[in-house]
């Protein structure tokens, strides 16, 4: 379509951006009669040609002048923050020029569609300033010099926050301006002028500049990424100096009004900079919601990168609890909560270098900061499900346990807990009003079952059965009351109430009967001693003895000692007494178990010890003869030459006794000094904290070796059998010993196997079968 020279010379009088130099001036050129050139535009049909053409223009002018003058500030970072903030806010108000002049021309163009009556969409807009801004937008974002910008617009963004928050921090009563060494104001605290403050003029363009990119619609396309990423970082750098390591307080209410002051009063104030919307508190409500999600999760994973610290130090941590489990219902990171704790607890907890007792500790611990955190114990169920297998490994576990409940651990928290009685079980179901489903992350168990909070049950169900606890705590008891050597039963028996309360009388049963074994010992003892016609009082040496009903008690460590021919004689006497009293019953002893209190007069001192049976044998033998032979000494005492040289070493570390040659040893009256052997004191400590019942491996021996003539009578009526139906016939036949004696088919191949070395049994074809 082809206009004549004279009418497009009256266009582009009235759109001189159609002019050739492409220029714009400032007020566009009036022409005499604007509606005469509109109605021969209209005659020639070109009204949608030149309403095309005037929009070219302009989209060509933006691409090669306006964005290329936009974008070249964007392209030098200056090392001062103020700077950047310059170039940004020269750049928009620019932008905002070359805006203002193309509105003259948009201006005629909306005339003319008035007078024509015409509005055909372009771009899919009829209004010509939204198709006006809409090109500005395109056309930077052709151009748009990723990711150089963004670094321009977060100077910008950052200094007015700072400038903010000081603004916010001053309303607060805080001081404004950093000090330095002599308490002299240095530095504003937000424009870090040192001399005249700009905070106010940073204030005012910060709100101009924004004015203009809400104007343009460019606020969110240009800078929404970075005010995220601003955003993002100011709550996680809040957080953080805020809220590490302190445990004691509550920190969700401080963090959600610094929230709604400083970030989004910030954030106010920046969108409330343009005109006013309908919609602006719609999508500041919408951004504070998610500027609260944002907080909790940072807090969440601050506190979940911390718990495990949290959950040692429990309950003086119990702030720091009660705003997890809220923040967890608020976010979605049980999994991570999982995953983290998990790896806290493997890497920090669960591995050679910590003691049993540490880590029993911090499972209890766990076990009360998890209930405080989740009460439907799912979580408690999942987290420490690492920490109960590794104490399965561990074979000091159960006695540590023991130990802790019975006040003799490091940690007394056991002890109350036992002393607290039997914890109330509750099941959440019950409740329908307060009930909640299980979190779907934390999920490990049917939902039938359900949760004990009994701290104590949760230990002693490690192993998966009551029978262990109370073994180990017989045996422990067993230590106790022959190691002390005292008729005072009092606490122990208190004890023994406590967990019969949780455990039931027939676990405990044969533990009562070792308890009333040592008060009968003692009336026993009194009775014995205070008859005249036993003859006991009329002896050179007072004995006196703890009687132990053998079945009742565990399976003592086995040690040979012959007592010396008087020590027999007094022994002897006090079981002829025994025998008179009880009529059919008799003792037997165990020599090496008990204490001596001896008095041992030297030339120029007197020593009173008190001493286990087996180094009173050893010095006994040196005030007949003061020189012995390691050999000798084995032979008279029955104690194997390995085991003698140990129990010796504790009169060498008193200085009775020394090794003048390669085992020769003589009796040293008069003290040395420095002729101690180097260490012995320690040596002497683990005698005497040494176990008296046998070591578990033991005790298993003694009851697999119940089985044996069981095995016996099988083979010889049946001939041979596989391993798994002797197993199957034991399980059915064998007796069951004081703490449930079982035998798993792996432990029966290998006693079998034993059997079949020491030349007892045959092995052949799978079959064991017994020698001819």
Request: hydrophobic fraction near 35%; charged fraction near 25%.
């Amino acid at each position: 379509m082809i206009a004549s020279d004279k009418l497009w010379e009256q266009i582009c009088s009235v759109f001189p951006i159609l002019s050739e130099g492409n220029q714009i001036p400032s007020e566009c050129t009036e022409v005499d009669d604007f509606q005469t050139v509109v109605k021969k535009i209209e005659e020639e049909d070109l009204h949608t040609f030149v309403e095309s053409l005037v929009i070219n223009k302009i989209e060509e002018d933006m691409k090669e002048n306006v964005a290329p003058a936009f974008w070249s500030e964007f392209y030098i970072l200056e090392e001062d923050g103020e700077r950047n903030f310059i170039r940004f806010k020269n750049a928009v108000a620019e932008l905002n020029a070359k805006y203002l002049k193309y509105l003259p021309t948009m201006h005629k163009l909306e005339e003319m569609r008035m007078i024509l009556n015409s509005g055909e969409p372009i771009y899919g807009e009829t209004n010509l300033l939204v198709i006006l801004k809409l090109i500005i937008r395109t056309v930077l974002h052709s151009q748009l010099p990723i990711p150089k910008y963004q670094t321009i617009i977060e100077e910008f963004y950052k200094l007015s926050f700072k400038v903010f928050y000081n603004a916010d921090k001053s309303s607060r009563g805080m001081p404004l301006c950093d000090l330095n060494e002599s308490g002299e104001d240095e530095r504003c605290g937000g424009c870090s002028e040192i001399e005249q403050c700009r905070c106010d003029a940073i204030i005012n363009d910060f709100h101009t500049t924004n004015r203009i990119l809400i104007q343009l619609e460019l606020l969110e396309r240009l800078a929404g990424e970075v005010l995220t990423s601003l955003i993002h970082k100011q709550i996680e750098n809040h957080v953080q100096e805020t809220c590490k390591g302190s445990f004691n307080q509550s920190f969700i209410s401080p963090l959600e009004k610094w929230l709604d002051s400083v970030v989004v009063g910030w954030l106010t104030r920046l969108y409330s900079s343009g005109p006013e919307s309908p919609t602006l508190k719609e999508k500041l409500n919408i951004f504070k919601q998610k500027l609260q999600h944002l907080l909790y999760e940072t807090y969440t994973r601050l506190r979940i990168d911390q718990l495990f610290t949290i959950i040692i130090d429990y309950p003086e941590s119990e702030a720091a609890v009660d705003d997890l489990r809220l923040c967890l219902d608020k976010t979605d990171l049980r999994g991570y909560l999982v995953e983290r704790l998990q790896g806290a607890l493997q890497q920090r907890l669960l591995h050679p270098g910590v003691n049993t007792p540490d880590i029993i500790t911090a499972y209890v611990h766990s076990i009360r900061a998890l209930r405080g955190l989740d009460p439907s114990g799912l979580l408690l169920d999942t987290v420490t499900h690492p920490v109960r297998q590794y104490l399965r490994c561990r074979e000091d576990t159960m006695r540590c346990v023991v130990m802790s409940l019975t006040d003799e651990g490091p940690d007394g928290d056991l002890a109350d807990e036992l002393a607290r009685g039997e914890a109330i079980k509750e099941d959440p179901a019950e409740n329908w009003e307060t009930w909640t489903p299980p979190h779907i992350d934390t999920v490990a168990k049917s939902s039938k079952e359900k949760q004990s909070w009994d701290i104590i049950s949760m230990l002693v169900t490690v192993y998966g059965s009551k029978e262990m606890f109370v073994h180990e705590y017989r045996n422990l008891l067993a230590d106790r009351l022959l190691t002390q050597y005292s008729y005072n039963t009092e606490k122990e028996i208190r004890y023994l109430e406590l967990l019969k309360l949780r455990f039931g009388d027939s676990q405990l049963h044969y533990c009562e009967v070792m308890l009333k074994d040592i008060h009968d010992s003692k009336r026993i003892n009194t009775h014995l001693h205070s008859e005249p016609n036993f003859g006991l009082s009329k002896q050179e040496l007072r004995c006196t003895c703890m009687i132990l009903s053998a079945q009742f008690w565990p399976p003592f460590k086995e040690e040979t000692l012959q007592l010396p021919q008087k020590i027999k004689d007094h022994l002897d006497v006090y079981t002829k007494a025994f025998e008179t009293l009880k009529g059919n019953r008799t003792l037997n002893w165990k020599p090496h178990l008990g204490s001596v209190s001896l008095e041992i007069e030297l030339k120029n001192r007197t020593l009173s010890l008190t001493v286990s049976p087996t180094q009173a044998a050893i010095i006994w033998y040196f005030q007949d003869k003061t020189e012995w032979t390691i050999d000798e000494l084995s032979s008279i005492l029955l104690i194997p030459p390995t085991i003698l040289r140990r129990r010796i070493a504790f009169w060498q570390s008193q200085g009775l006794i020394k090794e003048t040659t390669t085992d020769m040893f003589c009796l040293t009256e008069e003290p040395t000094a420095g002729k101690g052997l180097k260490g012995m004191p320690d040596v002497c400590e683990d005698e005497e904290t040494e176990s008296i019942t046998a070591s578990a491996h033991d005790q298993r021996e003694e009851e697999l070796q119940v089985f044996w003539s069981y095995i016996v009578g099988m083979l010889t009526n049946l001939d041979s059998l596989p391993p798994e139906r002797i197993h199957q016939m034991l399980k059915m036949f064998a007796a069951q010993g004081p703490a449930g004696v079982d035998c798993s088919l792996q432990q029966l191949k290998h006693f079998l196997d034993r059997k079949v070395r020491e030349h007892k049994l045959l092995f052949s074809g799978g079959y064991y079968k017994l020698p001819k």
